[in-house]
């Protein structure tokens, strides 16, 4: 059911879609869907959590990582975009949060705030150890999370280009302009 969902959210939007419309893509009555979800919101908050599980299930991988900060930025630019590859992750990617209730943005933009903390944070590390140069962390997270977003507008699992090779060329692409002597 939530796999319907999210997949209606990538083909009409967020807004666009309708709880009849994914009632008729379950084959089900709309007060069926009520059963299980009071209200379209609800819906993309499930989805919210698979996609939010999915990911850390990537990100725990990254803090097992050892290596230099570099090192560990690369494996979260993979992981992340491995993630944001999952249909899950991206209708959140798409999602423009000014379209849910207060409480479902403060969710959403709480965990967008722990991700850009992990980015800087790592990015800061290398730094610290050399492999990454000096820069603006705040500015360097920022451009690698924009890019890495970007894959939930573009990419399409048809895609001739398998998720792993895109996922490692970001990785190779985004971290080379940070590494110390590059």
Same mark, same amino acid.
């Given at each position: 059911?939530?796999?319907?969902?999210?997949? &209606?959210?990538?083909?009409? +939007? @967020?807004? +666009?879609?309708?709880?009849?419309?994914?009632?008729?893509?379950? +084959?089900? =009555? #709309?007060?069926? &869907? @009520?059963? $299980?979800? !009071?209200? #379209?919101?609800?819906?993309?908050?499930?989805? @919210? !959590?698979?996609?939010?599980?999915?990911?850390?299930?990537?990100?725990?991988?990254?803090?097992?990582?050892?290596?230099?900060?570099?090192?560990?930025?690369?494996?979260?630019?993979?992981? $992340?975009? %491995?993630?944001?590859?999952?249909?899950?992750?991206?209708?959140?990617?798409?999602?423009?949060?000014?379209?849910?209730?207060?409480? +479902?943005?403060? =969710?959403?933009?709480?965990?967008?705030?722990? %991700?850009?903390?992990?980015? !800087? =944070? =790592?990015?800061?590390?290398?730094?610290?150890?050399? *492999?990454? !140069?000096?820069?603006?962390?705040?500015?360097?997270?920022?451009?690698?999370?924009?890019? %890495?977003?970007?894959?939930?507008?573009? $990419?399409?699992?048809?895609?001739?280009?398998?998720?792993?090779?895109?996922?490692?060329?970001?990785?190779?692409? %985004?971290?080379?302009? &940070?590494?110390?002597? *590059?």
């Amino acid at each position: 059911m939530l796999r319907v969902a999210a997949r &209606l959210f990538l083909d009409v +939007g @967020y807004r +666009g879609a309708t709880l009849s419309a994914l009632a008729d893509r379950l +084959g089900i =009555t #709309k007060p069926a &869907l @009520y059963n $299980y979800f !009071r209200s #379209k919101e609800d819906i993309l908050a499930a989805c @919210y !959590r698979v996609a939010q599980a999915a990911v850390e299930d990537h990100l725990r991988d990254v803090e097992q990582t050892g290596g230099t900060g570099l090192d560990r930025l690369r494996a979260l630019i993979r992981a $992340y975009a %491995l993630g944001a590859m999952d249909d899950f992750a991206m209708c959140l990617i798409r999602l423009d949060d000014r379209d849910l209730s207060p409480e +479902g943005q403060v =969710t959403i933009r709480a965990r967008k705030r722990e %991700l850009d903390r992990m980015f !800087r =944070t =790592t990015i800061e590390a290398g730094i610290a150890d050399g *492999s990454i !140069r000096p820069c603006d962390a705040r500015l360097a997270a920022f451009a690698v999370a924009g890019a %890495l977003n970007w894959i939930g507008q573009w $990419y399409r699992p048809a895609s001739s280009t398998s998720p792993e090779t895109i996922a490692d060329e970001f990785a190779e692409q %985004l971290s080379r302009g &940070l590494a110390s002597g *590059s």
